[in-house]
């Protein structure tokens, strides 16, 4: 069983900060992208971020210069440091990836999501 657990979402202030964690536990032969979308009430879920195995990088235009992508391939892990947020962050943050659990086996895994929520 493979599965990827979200932390780090919240309350957070206009101007403010908040870290997104992403861990894929499980059978693991090897991660390809990860990636970070979210889904704001009555709107359909975006992409946000996604990094490649090779640390290739992507955003949505909303977001750059503001949130940053990162991995960490020993621990299995995806980041989402996300600065200078804004009333129209606020949304369910759902962490992705797609993962070999054996040599020719492929999946693609989405967590459970969490909530980021912007307002004073």
């Known amino acids: 069983q493979v599965q990827l657990v979200e932390s780090g979402g919240g309350l957070a202030q206009p101007g403010g900060s908040l870290r997104l964690s992403c861990a894929a536990s499980?059978?693991?032969?090897?991660?390809?992208?990860m990636g970070w979308y979210r889904q704001a009430p009555g709107k359909q879920r975006e992409l946000v971020a996604t990094?490649?195995?090779?640390?290739?990088?992507n955003y949505v235009d909303s977001v750059k210069g503001r949130f940053t992508i990162s991995r960490d391939n020993a621990k299995n892990t995806v980041y989402l440091q996300m600065n200078s947020l804004k009333p129209e962050d606020t949304a369910v943050y759902y962490c992705?990836?797609?993962?070999?659990?054996?040599?020719?086996?492929?999946?693609?895994?989405w967590g459970q999501g969490t909530q980021v929520t912007v307002s004073s």
């Open positions: 992705n990836a797609g993962i070999y659990v054996s040599s020719t086996y492929y999946r693609n895994i």
């Open positions: 499980g059978r693991i032969f090897s991660l390809n992208a």
């Open positions: 990094i490649t195995n090779g640390d290739n990088t």
